[in-house]
């Protein structure tokens, strides 16, 4: 049915990391209709989330006002009041206890311009790294698997590769929910050519149902799949020895659990235990299925990786991540068209407002690092700071964040754009520390109350989506802008202009004038933007040529764009001059084709990691004999504070369940729709049950979005070494019917 509006303004999605453009049809100020951009990678289509935005913006519970807390109950009051509180509170906790008694925890969801101004703000200003985000229970094992295999984060390739592929492996996503449209184009693929899809997963999901190879297995023994592969490449000799004797070298850790390099027969000795017999036996996965997947990930002309939560969200994600990219760089599958290692993102801006800005606690914008004097230096230096000012310690992860905040060490913390109160694991621990009255929460927030607000000291009012204007970076480092299309709610305000008054006082009132003006100029996002451009142009990152103009007329452009008259879209591949990436010669001038250039100390090759098989923190066993694991619905958005604004989405998705296998299902005398207990270690909730086959027998999944329901109680927080990550996919839990 065709929507009269009185205009149609170009923008992108608000929700996952896929980042359809989209236009939004505005009529009488008011939003009232969304249509896909057919000239965005997308090509028009958007998923079910994307169609309903509109119906987010005026919801009954949308914050119009800066609330503070007056016992249980709320109290408007106004922007002034709100702020000279928590800069009262924030300057009495710095004046006291120094400046490591202040947080920030931000999200994948903030403009970039945002999470770039609060990481200047306390990494730059305050001298504190206790700034981390929601990208750390999500990206953060991709991001540093990409490091430690490439030396660089971020995917080399883009969605253009989906046309060249002729072999999907997905593994640990479940892409028809999670990323619809980006399936969409593989699906369609498949309708035309003669590609073949292998599904690597612990759920029968929609996304393993279109597979031509579906290999299921225990959660959290997929490790040992993927060394059986490598086994398997390696004894039929279906590697690219050429590939990688000139791209690659092969490393372990050392006693000193320092790196030391290898041969590639040590390689080879290592996996020779990792047969496909021991893979079955730990995975039960049939080995007939795992040998197939390894020769069509060889064999095939191009090989493209798609994984997501069940990789990342693991306590050895980041090997997992090593061992997908060891499959690329073995069989030479990377670095042309078709073949690549490419991360799915679950956020719209955990790649361009996170990972890149630098907004975790051991990050410097533009792929710097905290432990880096070098990388300091150079930002303090860009910044316009004295020397060593930006703290030389990594400041806590997500988890050791809120862990400080519940000991009392950090005193008042800032939570912005995500609900924390709901979606970190190990649920309770973590709301008594919110909810402490000894210390001060702010939560800024479009709706009120949610699982964090209702925790909170003071609630400030955020504009959403097209209220207000910024620029998001989404999985393939595609960089779009996003308008402002409509005012405010009430007295809502944009983030932006949110951190930038907080830090303009901020630093006033620490008697800091000077500074205050000088570090935050500002007059509009495109301002930070430039500054941001500028920060990025030395570096492996530089998109200086995006200029704000340009993204505003483009759909989007992937960096590097080094220069203002680099051809839109930018830079389809990286890593490879073939193929189109400028910065090759830049940083490795002898190169002829292909240099993986960030990692120069090892000649700018890649890393194929000798990693052993390790299972998760908490497998089942006798007294908790399931395995649960939580994720997303295709209707619904986290932790459900817009999604489920809108009528038709709940229709759809409406509660809270518990999926079970039919076989346990019978076992234990379960129907569907029977109440059913579910017990960790660390809590219980009552569900109903849905008997289906989609777990595997011994797996049960719960999503994570129904506020009502905070399946995270029970969720262990055990997480990766090296990432920080959280191991939301695997907990044991024992079930019963109530
Ligand atoms: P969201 O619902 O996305 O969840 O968890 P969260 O980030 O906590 O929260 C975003 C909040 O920002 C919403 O409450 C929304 O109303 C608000 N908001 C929207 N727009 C704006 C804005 O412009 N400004 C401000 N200030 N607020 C705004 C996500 C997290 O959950 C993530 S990233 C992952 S990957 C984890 N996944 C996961 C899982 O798979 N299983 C389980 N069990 N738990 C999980 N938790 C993690
Ligand atoms: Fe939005 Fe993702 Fe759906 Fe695209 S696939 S419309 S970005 S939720």
């Known amino acids: 049915q065709a929507v009269e509006v009185d205009k149609w303004v170009k923008s992108v ?43 987010i913006l005026d919801a009954p519970d949308r914050l119009k006002y800066p609330m503070v807390r007056d016992g249980n109950k709320w109290k408007r009051i106004s922007w002034d009041k709100a702020m000279n509180l928590m800069v009262s509170k924030f300057a009495e906790a710095i004046k006291k206890y120094g400046p490591h008694a202040v947080g ?78 980006i399936f969409r184009l593989v699906m369609e693929q498949k309708r035309k ?13 929609l996304t393993a149902r279109n597979a031509d190879l579906y290999l299921d297995f225990v959660p959290g023994t997929d490790l040992f799949i993927l060394h059986a592969m490598a086994h398997v490449i390696v004894k039929e000799k279906l590697y690219n020895k050429d590939f990688f004797d000139k791209h690659a070298v092969f490393k372990k850790m050392g006693p000193d659990n320092k790196p030391v390099n290898v041969t590639f027969d040590e390689y080879v000795k290592f996996l020779e235990e990792y047969t496909p017999e021991l893979a079955e036996q730990k995975s039960g996965c049939p080995k007939e299925k795992i040998i197939q997947a390894a020769r069509w990930f060889a064999t095939s002309k191009a090989t493209m990786s798609f994984w997501c939560m069940g990789i990342n969200q693991r306590t050895r994600g980041v090997w997992a991540n090593n061992l997908i990219h060891n499959l690329h760089l073995l069989t030479g599958q ?85 609900n924390p109160g709901q979606s970190l694991p190990n649920l309770q621990k973590y709301r008594k520390g919110m909810a402490s009255g000894d210390t001060f929460l702010v939560v800024s927030e479009a709706y009120h109350p949610s699982r964090t607000s209702e925790l909170a000291d003071l609630v400030l009012p955020a504009a959403l989506w097209c209220e207000k204007e910024g620029t998001y970076g989404q999985s393939e480092r595609r960089y779009q802008y996003l308008p402002q299309v409509i005012k405010p709610l009430g007295e809502a305000k944009s983030d932006f202009e949110v951190i930038l008054t907080f830090a303009r006082k901020l630093l006033t009132a620490l008697g800091r004038e000077d500074e205050a003006k000088k570090l935050f100029p500002y007059k509009t996002t495109e301002d930070v933007w430039n500054e941001m451009r500028a920060c ?26 080094p220069t203002e008259d680099y051809p839109a879209p930018g830079t389809l591949r990286r890593f490879t001059a073939k193929y189109g990436d400028p910065l090759v010669k830049k940083f490795d001038p002898k190169a002829e084709d292909i240099s993986f250039y960030g990692n120069p100390a090892d000649g700018n090759r890649a890393i194929i990691w000798l990693r052993p098989a390790v299972g998760p923190a908490e497998p089942a066993d006798k007294d908790y004999p399931f395995v649960l694991t939580t994720g997303r619905l295709i209707e619904h958005w986290h932790t459900g504070t817009m999604t489920m604004k809108v009528p038709e989405l709940m229709r759809a998705a409406p509660q809270a369940f518990v999926e079970i296998n039919p076989k346990d299902a019978q076992k234990l005398g379960i129907k569907t729709g029977d109440k059913v207990r ?36 029970l969720v262990t927080d055990a997480f990766d070494a090296l990432s920080k990550q959280p191991e939301f996919k695997i907990s044991a839990v024992r079930i019963e019917k109530v």
């Not at 050519?193 to 029968?204: E, H, L, Q, S, T």
């Open 334 to 418: 990377i670095c042309r068209p078709g073949a690549t290692p490419f991360s799915l993102t679950g956020q719209p801006n955990a790649c361009g407002g996170i990972r890149d800005v630098g907004l975790l606690s051991h990050l410097l914008p533009y792929g710097r690092v905290i432990a880096n004097e070098k990388h300091r230096a150079e930002m303090e230096e860009f910044w316009g700071i004295p020397k060593g000012r930006i703290h030389s310690k990594p400041g806590p992860t997500a988890i050791e964040l809120f862990t400080k905040f519940a000991e009392g060490e950090i005193k008042c913390l800032w939570v912005v754009c995500t």
């Open 104 to 181: 920030f925890y931000g999200s994948g969801q903030s403009f970039s311009e945002e999470s770039y101004l609060a990481n200047k703000l306390y990494k730059g200003a305050l001298g504190t790294n206790n700034i981390d985000g929601n990208p750390r229970l999500c990206m953060a094992s991709a991001a540093v698997g990409y490091v430690t295999s490439f030396g660089k984060d971020e995917p080399m390739g883009s969605y253009d590769d989906i046309y060249h592929a002729d072999c999907f492996f997905i593994i640990g996503s479940n892409m028809s929910e999670a990323h619809p449209v």
């Open 13 to 55: 999605c608000r929700y996952c990391g896929a980042g359809c453009g989209l236009y939004i049809g505005v009529k009488g100020g008011k939003v009232v209709a969304v249509k896909g951009d057919d000239k965005n990678w997308n090509r028009g289509y958007l998923c079910v989330k994307g169609s309903y935005l509109p119906k």
């Open 536 to 561: 990025s142009k030395n570096t492996v990152y530089n998109f200086w040529g995006m200029t704000r103009a340009r993204l505003i007329k483009e759909h989007g452009m992937l960096w590097p764009v």
């Open 193 to 205: 050519r003669n590609v073949k899809i292998v599904v690597v997963d612990p759920r029968k999901t």
């Open 678 to 713: 579910l017990t960790s270690r660390r809590g219980s909730i009552v569900l109903p049950a849905k008997v289906v086959d989609i777990p595997r027998p011994g797996v049960l999944f719960v999503p994570f979005h129904y506020p009502e329901k905070l399946i995270n109680d």
